[in-house]
């Protein structure tokens, strides 16, 4: 007989293998970290013997769960902020927080915390992408389960790096390091095409080419992505990163929620695998993945949980289950997505998604052991019915919980007997995240007060207060000024004309701020738009100080240019009220007696607001100047013309229509 290490019994043991073979009064004969054999129980202990002999008795032994897509270290930042649309969820509040807190210790610990999770609901293979990957990795190790772990290389500055090329650099040493190591494969992940650039794809697919490792990237995961993709580059996600040499990777696709036909063909033919995400799209409200389409083409598709923040757990057993929902619902179909084709995508297709089918995601000779036993001897799965041999597939997808997995095989070695866990200790790991939670909370609450806070949080601002010395007023007509402008009484340095939609956002007490959104169309002298540009502009409370003709000390101005949505800026910044002025504006900048200050002639299309209005502004840094400025400004009205009874305006244009908070 045949000396191995351990020999498991069981009433089933589900194989997913080539045949979908599911053997009643069977057993595994195991020797290290693989597997070599599994048949009938007779036949295994006729041939084989082991110091380790255990029998499962009515429980099922199936395939390690391979969670296809998920970012682990994100535990920590479960619950953190919900009920929101991707991009608020993901800019206004998982970067900045991850900005601030994001560190190896963090993602240490969160990895294990994820791991545990993952032991508990029989995962045993997953593919990450995250920030200080290293650590990622050696937190798995020490768990013990399998991992597909990808370096997170972006186009702005992220926790693990100040530019790309430190997340390329970093990435390259990770893949060096871990490459050949037992439980590690490891895989580098541009985010995804909105958050990288050109140069970034193909670096990226160079490096994951050069070292046959896997590439993981997020592939159009809203409508809103491909909107933009669409207009911006005329072409879908998917036949822009062929064009960069992504898919010469072993590419991981996450989410392809909104990809058509002829992409799904493109990613097949690439041999890309893609990670179907059912409990984040639909709390993301990001769609549904034609996912019945996607495997009728012959893509390989894992299902996946993403991270444990946007879903908010790394239940594989619920992600199945919904998988099959979701699939029969968008096709109104009963028969579309069967419960074997649902626990294949969970198991060898998911390990075929990630590139690991060699290893993993069923149960044959020469593969790993990879396995779990489910007790399906429960109230919520029985009776048992048997005259259908795909019964257990129904009983493991449609009424099996995470909770009745009761023992995890990774490698050979167990990280969970009858449901303790072996290679983790849970409590020590519950009471550092506590602490974790505690001082995040006490982040959020002090940014949250502040609307300067968290236009800073989201990038970009200037947090350089600037003042402006300024006056207003109404004309009937604006042809007089616009003739001694043209005389050349004052040096003109540059003229514009646009065509300007504010959007004002207004903060109650105690900040009493205003946020405008600003898009500006540039306008040639046809008449035709030729440029477009957006920023946003945070005012602070009422002028310091009136000076004669209403020239006042304007409010404090912080500036940031505007890369999201008003609808974004709405869901992200709470206002108490929203005000829109649509206005033309002709523009000179000018110099007077040494000083530059902006005209403006301002026609106001909506509101309804008879006439035009005047602006003389200049930017002012102290209360010097400021007062110098206010005088000049006064001169500057004289040789316009002005006349005495042209009307000042002291209040801001959404002062004509805003109820204020």
Not at 145 to 171: H, I, N
Not at 572 to 599: A, H, M, N
């Amino acid at each position: 007989m045949t000396k191995v290490d351990q020999i498991l019994l069981s009433k089933h043991i589900v194989t997913m293998d080539a045949d979908f073979r599911v053997l009643r009064d069977a057993a595994l004969a195991i020797k290290g970290d693989s597997i070599v054999a599994v048949d009938e129980k007779e036949k295994i202990l006729d041939s084989f013997e082991a110091d380790q002999v255990i029998d499962f008795g009515e429980m099922a032994i199936v395939p390690g769960l391979v969670n296809a897509h998920t970012h682990v270290p994100m535990s920590l930042l479960r619950g953190l902020a919900d009920d929101m649309r991707l991009d608020v969820w993901l800019l206004g509040y998982m970067m900045p927080v991850e900005r601030e807190f994001v560190s190896p210790e963090f993602c240490r610990l969160g990895t294990m915390i994820s791991c545990a999770e993952m032991i508990r609901s029989g995962i045993t293979s997953f593919a990450d992408m995250y920030y200080f990957e290293d650590t990622v990795a050696e937190a798995t190790a020490i768990a013990g389960l399998r991992g597909v772990c990808g370096q997170t290389v972006l186009k702005f500055p992220a926790p693990d790096a100040d530019s790309y090329e430190d997340s390329l650099a970093a990435a390259r040493n990770f893949i060096k390091k871990w490459k050949g190591h037992d439980l590690i494969i490891p895989s580098v992940a541009p985010h995804a095409a909105y958050t990288t650039t050109q140069e970034i794809l193909r670096a990226c697919a160079e490096l994951a080419v050069e070292h046959d490792i896997p590439l993981h990237i997020h592939i159009s995961e809203t409508e809103g992505e491909v909107e933009q993709w669409r207009e911006e580059k005329d072409m879908p996600v998917v036949p822009w990163v062929k064009k960069l040499g992504v898919l010469d990777a072993k590419v991981i696709a996450a989410h392809c929620v909104h990809i058509d036909e002829g992409e799904m063909h493109t990613l097949e033919h690439a041999d890309a695998g893609v990670a179907h995400n059912p409990s984040s799209n639909l709390k993301l409200a990001s769609g549904f993945a034609p996912v019945v389409d996607m495997l009728d083409i012959g893509l390989n598709i894992g299902i996946g949980t993403d991270g444990p923040a946007s879903n908010n757990d790394l239940d594989m057993f619920e992600e199945m289950r919904l998988a099959s929902f979701i699939a029969k619902a968008v096709t109104n179909d009963p028969t579309a997505l069967p419960a074997r084709r649902t626990f294949e995508m969970a198991t060898i297709m998911g390990a075929r998604a990630l590139h690991i089918d060699h290893l993993a995601g069923s149960l044959e000779v020469g593969k790993r052991a990879d396995l779990i036993a489910i007790d399906l001897h429960t109230t919520h799965n029985l009776p048992h019915f048997d005259h259908d041999p795909d019964a257990i597939y129904s009983r493991i997808i449609y009424a099996t919980k995470a909770t009745d997995v009761s023992d995890v095989m990774v490698n050979g070695q167990w990280l969970m007997r009858d449901r303790r866990l072996l290679t983790l200790e849970e409590q020590i790991l519950f009471e550092q995240a506590e602490e974790y939670a505690r001082k995040i909370d006490a982040f959020l609450l002090e940014r949250e007060g502040s609307v300067l806070s968290k236009l800073i949080a989201i990038g970009g601002a200037e947090q350089e207060q600037s003042y402006e010395v300024q006056i207003k007023v109404r004309l009937v007509d604006p042809s007089r000024v616009k003739v001694k402008i043209e005389e050349g009484i004052f040096e003109v340095i540059r003229t514009a004309h646009y065509l300007e939609y504010d959007t004002y956002f207004s903060f109650p007490e105690p900040e009493e701020m205003r946020l405008r959104y600003r898009e500006d169309e540039f306008v040639d002298g046809k008449g035709e738009v030729y440029n477009v540009r957006a920023r946003l502009t945070l005012t602070g409370p009422a002028a310091e100080r009136e000076y004669p003709n209403s020239v006042l000390l304007s409010r404090s101005r912080f500036i940031a240019p505007a890369r999201h949505t008003p609808r974004f800026y709405r869901e992200y910044f709470k206002p108490c009220s929203e005000t829109t002025i649509q206005k033309d504006r002709l523009r000179w900048l000018v110099r007077y007696e040494g000083f530059e200050f902006f005209i403006n002639i301002d026609d106001i299309h909506e509101p309804d607001i008879d006439g035009y209005f005047l602006e003389i502004k200049s930017r002012t840094w102290s209360r010097k100047d400021a007062e110098r400025k206010a005088e000049l400004i006064s001169e500057i009205l004289e040789a316009l013309e002005v006349g005495d009874d042209a009307e000042a305006v002291t209040l801001e244009y959404p002062d004509y229509v805003e109820e204020r908070c």
